[in-house]
């Protein structure tokens, strides 16, 4: 078992792996930026190193300098977390090549899932049913024309290695195409380094739901039941609940089954998830699969009751797992939502200093978060600043539980999105598990189109 962790990460998360550490008695080192100097995720930890400047190029996405920290203070792993360099290969590789336990899958597995055009075409190899688009990248405007007048509009151009939504823009005919292709390449090639882009069938109002996978290096694979992620701005989460209101017992198994599948496919190993879009038939296809601890995880922990960093790290020490499917139950129901220093109308990112921050607390709640009363939110990061999760024997009762919960967190200092949290879970929607990917825009803005 790995005896000292590097976290390769910041803010909540960090905070939540090293929560998990001091249970099983590892000890953390925290990398830090010029910005996180102060951050409790650096104080929390048993020893800190500081990695450069606030800009994260210059910091956190520095693999060399994260791995060197690691070496000089004798950690013999690391965890990247989620975002930053959490899915890359290289980082994956560089650590392992250093003689470091990497909390996460094979750098081979890693590689095939971080394009998503090699990953469309692996899982159509392996018989997951992926959207109708372009198996490969589109080589320049004309092609990705071609490919959307046989899809017929609309459809959605994407970054083959893209994330968060960043060069990826629905598109209602050609002359929308035309315009957006070249804009959208050069936001690939300026985020991600790579500008491959390609094109799919836009679904009419998808549900987004995705399966959480455990597999071990023997091969051996559960599914952790299903996580609902429609709830989005900007294609990007920020309520998620498990199970899905939309998914009965028979879609459960057929979506957990070829989740397995597509994860054997690259010879997975470790926590990763496999995100679908599924149509109001039940009819699902692969988006992608994340190769690394979600966002949303501790849903997954709570009708679970396990704890995914502690198996995360039992993984990478060679464990096998210890039950097979039939083992695992679901207990109850959890929802999650994720709290952002943002102006909730404009949804541009509210920086500023925290001056008082009230956390709601009782049976069933969890606090995620990554700041305190002192923190000063700035612009060099993700504004999410920590995630409310909430734990109850029904769907109902987990609703209600959040409803109370988020009206009684307070933040001050900064703008928050909790107003629009607190509309989305009151409203009638929300409470009939009435959900798409385009929730905000037909239920809170009114934007039917």
């Known amino acids: 078992m790995v005896r000292k962790l590097l976290i390769a990460n910041r803010g909540e998360i960090a905070r939540r792996i090293e929560r998990t550490c001091r249970k099983m008695g590892i000890a953390t080192v925290a990398v830090y930026s010029e910005a996180d100097a102060g951050a409790p995720h650096v104080r929390e930890a048993d020893e800190a190193v500081f990695i450069g ?245 501790p849903v997954t922990e709570l009708i679970t009751g396990l704890d995914l960093v502690e198996w995360q790290l039992r993984l990478a020490d060679g464990e096998h797992l210890p039950w097979r499917q039939a083992d695992v139950h679901l207990q109850g129901h959890a929802l999650e939502c994720r709290i952002y220093a943002e102006d909730p109308e404009r949804m541009l990112p509210s920086p500023g200093t925290i001056t008082g921050l009230v956390l709601p607390e009782g049976p069933g709640i969890r606090n995620d978060v990554g700041v305190e009363v002192g923190f000063k939110v700035t612009p060099f990061y993700d504004p999410m600043i920590g995630k409310l999760i909430v734990h109850g024997h029904t769907r109902a009762e987990s609703l209600k539980k959040m409803q109370h919960a988020l009206a009684g967190y307070e933040i001050s200092g900064i703008r928050s999105n909790l107003s629009l949290l607190q509309s989305i879970v009151a409203s009638e929607a929300f409470a009939t598990g009435n959900l798409s990917t385009d929730f905000l825009d037909r239920w809170i803005f009114n934007r039917k189109g």
């Open 53 to 297: 400047p606030s800009p994260v190029a210059q910091s956190y996405l520095k693999m060399d300098v994260v791995v060197q920290a690691a070496l000089q203070t004798g950690a013999d792993g690391v965890h990247p977390g989620y975002g930053l360099l959490s899915e890359n290969a290289n980082f994956a590789e560089l650590c392992t090549q250093a003689g470091l336990t990497f909390v996460g899958p094979r750098a081979a597995a890693m590689a095939a899932m971080g394009s998503k055009v090699e990953a469309r075409q692996l899982m159509a190899q392996a018989g997951v049913p992926v959207i109708p688009g372009s198996l490969g990248a589109v080589s320049d405007v004309l092609e990705a024309a071609a490919v959307a007048k046989s899809l017929t509009y609309p459809v959605l151009l994407k970054a083959s290695y893209g994330g968060g939504g960043i060069g990826m823009q629905v598109m209602h005919n050609e002359d929308e195409l035309t315009k957006a292709f070249a804009s959208n390449q050069n936001r690939a090639q300026a985020y991600f380094g790579n500008g491959e882009m390609l094109i799919e069938k836009q679904l009419a109002t998808p549900r987004h739901i995705e399966v959480q996978v455990l597999f071990d290096g023997y091969g051996e694979g559960v599914y952790l039941w299903e996580r609902e992620c429609s709830i989005q701005r900007r294609h990007q989460k920020i309520i998620e609940e498990a199970p899905s209101p939309f998914v009965d017992e028979t879609l459960r198994q057929l979506m957990g089954e070829t989740a397995l599948r597509a994860a054997r496919a690259v010879g997975y190993s470790n926590a990763g998830t496999v995100e679908f879009l599924v149509d109001e038939n039940q009819e699902f296809y692969f988006l992608e699969m994340n190769t690394r601890l979600q966002v949303e995880h």
